[in-house]
């Protein structure tokens, strides 16, 4: 892993070099999105934007146990994954049944761009259907960490702040909640701003001493650096 990443900077580093320096109107900036783990059902009163994500059956069951619209709105929201503005903007993100021979349960390419694509201003509190145990869980926290990266090409305009609060629920109903969602999270957001920073700005020695500093916290595995020929 630490070889492929090496061995890739060289080139990846004149590349995105010339790439920051054409668009000057932009800067790496932190991302102003927060990202939350709820242990208990989330107050919407206090967000601005609801997002229901699931399969079809999985969906309909949680819409049948709390209505939210009118029938005939939830039949034409549910077909086509579109949103209801009311006093709360409602949106419904319907995941396919199948896809590719990366099939997975979960679908998180799918999950993450549907995360990402419905993020507004403020609070949105997703809930997540159709999870059957922490393990699910903790993809679909995963997932979401790819939809708020850290760190992003903005603008140089004052960025909106946001906070995700991802909720996942059984099939039943039933809150799924466990500390290694939070885990998950953090570790794909620090492995994404290593990726997402350009080369200007993480170089090759400063990678290096955060690999070395993210080493020495882990209380497993081991850090072994390959340098010159030996690459």
């Given at each position: 892993?630490?070889?492929?990443l090496?061995?890739?900077?060289?080139l990846?580093s004149s590349?995105?070099?010339?790439?920051h320096?054409?668009?000057?109107s932009?800067?790496?900036?932190?991302?102003?999105?927060?990202l939350?783990?709820?242990?208990?059902?989330?107050?919407?009163?206090?967000?601005?934007?609801?997002?229901w994500?699931?399969?079809?059956?999985?969906?309909?069951a949680a819409?049948?146990?709390?209505?939210v619209?009118?029938?005939?709105?939830?039949k034409r929201?549910v077909?086509g994954?579109?949103?209801?503005?009311?006093?709360?903007?409602?949106?419904?993100a319907t995941?396919?049944?199948?896809?590719?021979r990366?099939?997975?349960p979960?679908?998180?390419h799918?999950?993450?761009?549907?995360?990402?694509?419905?993020l507004?201003?403020?609070?949105?509190?997703?809930?997540?259907?159709?999870?059957p145990d922490a393990a699910?869980?903790?993809?679909?926290?995963?997932?979401?960490?790819?939809?708020?990266?850290?760190?992003?090409a903005?603008?140089?305009?004052?960025?909106?702040?946001?906070?995700?609060?991802l909720?996942?629920?059984?099939?039943e109903?039933?809150l799924?909640?466990?500390?290694?969602?939070?885990?998950?999270?953090?570790?794909?957001?620090?492995a994404?701003?290593?990726?997402?920073?350009?080369p200007a700005?993480?170089?090759?020695?400063?990678f290096?001493s955060?690999?070395?500093?993210?080493?020495e916290?882990?209380?497993?595995g081991?850090?072994?650096?390959?340098?010159?020929?030996?690459?």
């Amino acid at each position: 892993m630490l070889r492929a990443l090496t061995a890739s900077l060289p080139l990846r580093s004149s590349i995105a070099f010339t790439l920051h320096r054409m668009s000057s109107s932009s800067a790496l900036s932190a991302s102003p999105t927060t990202l939350e783990f709820p242990s208990s059902p989330s107050d919407l009163s206090q967000a601005q934007t609801l997002l229901w994500v699931g399969r079809k059956p999985d969906l309909q069951a949680a819409h049948d146990r709390e209505t939210v619209v009118s029938p005939t709105i939830w039949k034409r929201m549910v077909e086509g994954s579109t949103t209801h503005q009311e006093d709360l903007q409602f949106t419904v993100a319907t995941l396919p049944e199948t896809v590719s021979r990366h099939w997975h349960p979960q679908s998180p390419h799918k999950l993450s761009q549907k995360l990402g694509s419905s993020l507004t201003e403020g609070t949105t509190v997703a809930r997540v259907w159709g999870i059957p145990d922490a393990a699910a869980a903790m993809t679909v926290a995963a997932a979401a960490a790819r939809a708020v990266p850290v760190y992003s090409a903005q603008t140089t305009d004052k960025p909106k702040q946001r906070t995700l609060r991802l909720e996942c629920y059984t099939a039943e109903g039933q809150l799924v909640h466990c500390p290694g969602m939070e885990a998950a999270a953090k570790g794909v957001r620090h492995a994404c701003r290593w990726m997402d920073l350009p080369p200007a700005v993480l170089t090759t020695t400063q990678f290096r001493s955060e690999v070395q500093a993210w080493a020495e916290k882990q209380t497993h595995g081991s850090y072994q650096e390959i340098v010159g020929p030996d690459l």
